[in-house]
């Protein structure tokens, strides 16, 4: 199964919206989503690593 990033930030971004409080533990919060939201967009946005092929080796053209 993998992950619905875009669905992620949607639900993380809305948490963010709700905490409009300036008390300490809104702040807090805050900061805490802005790394998660940070990171799950990158995580989002981030390519799969890029397998490498191997070649046949050129050989040397034979004499008739």
């Known amino acids: 199964m993998t ?10 971004e809305r948490a963010y919206h709700y905490l409009r409080g300036s008390d300490a ?8 989503l802005d ?5 799950v967009a990158e995580a989002q946005h981030r ?8 070649f046949p080796r050129a050989t ?3 004499s008739v």
């Open 35 to 39: 790394l998660l939201i940070e990171t």
């Open 3 to 12: 992950s619905d990033f875009s669905a992620a930030l949607v639900h993380l």
């Open 47 to 54: 390519r799969p690593e890029a397998g490498v092929l191997e």
């Open 60 to 62: 040397a053209p034979r």
């Open 25 to 32: 533990t809104s702040r807090s919060a805050c900061e805490a």
